[in-house]
Each structure stands twice: as C-alpha cells, then as structure tokens.
C-alpha cells in the first residue's frame, strides 16, 4: 500500500506557501469547537441585522465588488496594458482574498456573538475605574470631540466611515499600487480580526455605555438596542440563537481589545512603510476613531493600548509569514 506519510507534509507546505489558507482553517477549527461545546450552529446573516448595523448589507457588498475591479482600473487608469491572462489572474487572486476574509469575517462574528456564553465574566467595572482615574484624559478628549463636532457635517457617522474608508481605500491602494505589498497588510488584518476574536473572551466587557451615555447618538442607539439582545441572549442561552442569531449576527458587544482602533493601527503602519502620500490623512482618520472610540462610549481606554498591542503582533506575524511564503514559493 502507498505511504500517506507525506500528506501531512503536503498540507503544511500549502500553509506555508499560502498562510491565509491557515488562518482560516485555524479559525474555522475554533469557531466549530466552540459551537459544537455550545451546542449551537453557525448561521447566515439576514436583513435583519441592518437594525444592528446601521446601514443596508449592500453598502459591504458594494466595496467589495469595487475592490474586486480594482486590477482591471488600475491596468486602464494607468495604461499598464496588461495582457487578458494577467488581469484575469489579478482578477481570479482578488476574488480568493475576497472569499477568504469573507469566511474569516463570518467565523469572526459568530464568536463575538457567543462571547457571553463562552466566557460569561464581564471585567467592566474593572475598566471603568481605570477610565475614572484618568478622567481628565477622557475630559480633554470629550472637548476635542465637541470642537470637531462644530465644523463636522453628520459628526455622528464619521467614526463608521472613517474605519470603512481605511478599509477600502488600504486594500485598494496597496493592491493597485504594488500587490507584493497588499498580501502583508492582507495577512495582518486577518490575524488581527482572528485572535481579536479569541482575546474577546480573555476579559470580555460590555463598554462604557453602561455608566454614561456618550455623544453619538446614531451609536447610544445602537448601544441601547444590542445591550437589550445581550441580556436576551444571556438570559436564554444558546436557544436565544436559534430565533434570533441571523438578525443579531453583528450584534455582539465586545469593547476588549478595539479592534477598530488595532484594524486601524495596521493601515496607518503599512502605509507609513509604503512612504505613501496618504500618511497625513491616515494619521487624522486614525485620531479621529480614537477619540470617538472613548467620546461615543464604545470603548474604554484601556480597550485602546489593548488593540493596538494585537494589532502589532498581527503586523509581526504577517510579515514573518510572507517571507517564510516567499522564500519557499
């Protein structure tokens, strides 16, 4: 009979060569544990969770079928003139990054969504007493916020955009720019995103909007509304999910480690090392999150420091990771 000795040593050169394939595999492992402990099932968003969300499902959907067109803009806008098999590869490399973090995203979720029932300990009054040691942080950051607010149209958005925005415009720029690059700060974001979800259930908090109401309105609502589906859900357990976890699939409230300040912090690294020209207005979208962040109440501070130090070690990672893949290609 054939030896199948050299299959596992197959499976772990494709993760070498292709590092994103083991974050998702990785994260799939975790996320089908956790269900299976939980006794729970995965599930499929609806259009329901746009009450969560804020906007429509489509406005997601949209950027991604913009990013995946970004190859084809370039090789015009730029008069490349690449031949038809190197735009379709572009094309065909685009949409397996576009799939992937999809998935990874989608496992991301629903592991915020069963925070409360994995790890049911909440550490928020512990950071709260840290925010009211250093009010006077909080205070002058509350001002700047007010200030700002004056010249800002729609203030209140201008924290979701400003993440969307680094979002796309991160994955465009670089891809469009120099795809030997995009994959690294690809990679970062998927880590990031992964072991966020994992350091979510170390010392879970709820945030800071359970002692005072912040100054965005369009994010005390949604805090009013998601805190509401919490205590459902931890008062009915996993059952609640059976009803409910499609609508409440981006629901889940998880303020330790901020992610969006970390995601954030990854896109502002990457495009300081690329010596690109949107440095500057990385750096004020950057500021602007975190002082809404903590001005909102999404978060305390102690969640900031906290997300840009995972952030850093996703960047770490990425990077060994890539050179390891390129090494071995």
């Known amino acids: ?31 089908f544990a956790a269900a299976l402990w939980l006794g729970t099932s995965l599930v499929l968003p609806d259009g329901r969770m746009s009450f969560y969300l804020g906007f429509r499902y489509a406005v997601p959907l949209g950027l991604a079928a913009l990013w995946l067109a970004v190859p084809l803009a370039t090789d015009r ?142 994010a005390d609502a949604q805090q009013q509304n998601m805190w509401a589906a919490y205590q459902q859900l931890t008062a009915t357990g996993p059952a609640w999910l059976e009803s409910y976890g499609q609508a409440y699939f981006v629901a889940g ?13 990854i896109f502002v690294w990457y495009v300081f090392r690329a010596r690109s020209h949107l440095r500057l207005p990385y750096v004020l979208l950057f500021a602007w999150i975190v002082i809404e962040a903590m001005a909102s109440k999404w978060h305390y501070l102690i969640d900031l420091p906290a997300g840009i130090v995972l952030a850093a070690v996703a960047i770490w990672i990425a990077n060994r990771l890539c050179t390891i893949s390129i090494r071995t290609a």
Request: one cysteine or more.
């Open 77 to 218: 806008l730029l008069r490349r003139g690449q031949p038809p098999r190197v735009q379709a590869r572009d094309l065909a490399w685009n949409g397996v990054y576009l799939v992937v973090f999809s998935l990874v995203m989608w496992l991301h979720f629903h592991l915020k969504m069963w925070i409360p029932l994995l790890n049911p300990r909440r550490y928020d009054a512990f950071y709260q007493a840290i925010d009211v040691a250093l009010a006077p942080l909080l205070t002058a950051t509350i001002a700047v916020r007010q200030a700002v607010a004056v010249l800002l149209p729609s203030v209140d958005w201008w924290y979701m955009w400003a993440f969307i925005v680094l979002f796309f415009v991160s994955f465009s720029y670089h891809t469009a720019s120099d795809t030997s690059r995009f994959r690294p700060v690809f990679l970062a974001t998927l880590i990031n995103q992964s072991l966020g979800a994992v350091a979510y259930c170390l010392a879970p908090a709820v945030g800071p909007f359970l002692y005072d109401r912040g100054l965005n309105a369009m």
């Open 1 to 31: 009979m054939p030896s199948n000795r050299g299959e596992p040593v197959k499976v772990v050169r494709l993760f070498v060569r292709f590092p994103e394939l083991a974050v998702l595999v990785a994260m799939l492992v975790v996320t």
């Open 253 to 265: 409230l998880a303020a330790m480690p901020s992610l969006h300040v970390g995601a954030s912090w």
